[in-house]
């Protein structure tokens, strides 16, 4: 069984630009969720998609937007890019929306963004 | 806002020695999870513990849930090199009709030979 697949691994950005970042998640999975992860902050949640609705939304500007495909697959967004974005952000599939309280994450390995 | 608050922030400990990391929450959890990442990788999920009072062993690893469902601890029997990693705790609370996962910060553990 694939794991959760996230495009692309490294990317190099600009101060202003935009990036897209990709997530695939494990196959029947339908709930992904994404967060950024940097050095001494742990990971912080951005946003949780189950059957292409946002359920959940953390507490990041609104440069910061996602979606989700009929075939699970999600995309997260980041507009006007400052350096502080840079991070690895990490998408994770699960069977089950956190709202049902249960269910273990499956992290993909990972977008890595570095923003100059 | 709820939060789950875990300690040690860093740990580095000798091989063979115990390993000990706590997470307390402000709210009570529905359920608590850990997860395990090495350095360079992406959490793993390691168990997940429901019940008040409950206790899992996994080999030297031991995960305990408090008898009011806001505490947790991991405990690490003779460390070993391959212990080595950050552990992250993840607790779900449940707030306006939704369970919310919210993480610790996690406790990074280094095992020296």
């Known amino acids: 069984k694939a794991g959760v697949t996230q495009t692309p691994r490294y990317l190099i950005k600009t101060r202003g630009q935009q990036v897209t970042l990709s997530c695939s998640p494990i196959s029947g999975h339908r709930s992904v969720s994404w967060y950024q992860q940097t050095p001494g902050q742990g990971l912080q949640f951005l946003f949780e998609?189950?059957?292409?609705?946002?359920?959940n939304k953390g507490n990041f500007p609104g440069r910061f937007s996602g979606r989700q495909f009929s075939n699970s697959r999600s995309e997260m967004n980041v507009s006007t890019l400052e350096l502080g974005d840079s991070a690895l952000y990490l998408c994770?599939?699960?069977?089950?929306?956190?709202?049902?309280?249960?269910?273990?994450?499956?992290f993909g390995e990972g977008s890595r963004l570095t923003v100059l | 806002g709820q939060q789950v608050m875990q300690i040690p922030q860093y740990q580095h400990v000798q091989e063979g020695e115990d390993f000990t990391t706590y997470c307390n929450s402000s709210?009570?959890?529905?359920?608590i999870q850990w997860y395990k990442q090495r350095p360079g990788g992406h959490p793993v999920f390691l168990i997940q513990l429901v019940k008040s009072g409950e206790v899992k062993k996994q080999k030297r690893l031991t995960f305990q849930f408090g008898e009011a469902k806001k505490n947790s601890s991991l405990h690490i029997t003779a460390t070993q090199t391959t212990d080595v990693g950050t552990y992250f705790c993840?607790?779900?609370?449940?707030?306006?009709?939704?369970?919310?996962?919210?993480f610790g910060a996690g406790t990074r553990l280094a095992v020296h030979p």
């Open positions: 998609y189950f059957s292409e609705t946002q359920r």
């Open positions: 709210t009570t959890l529905s359920n």
């Open positions: 994770a599939s699960s069977l089950v929306p956190s709202g049902s309280g249960s269910g273990e994450l499956f």
């Open positions: 993840a607790g779900f609370h449940f707030s306006g009709g939704y369970n919310k996962l919210i």
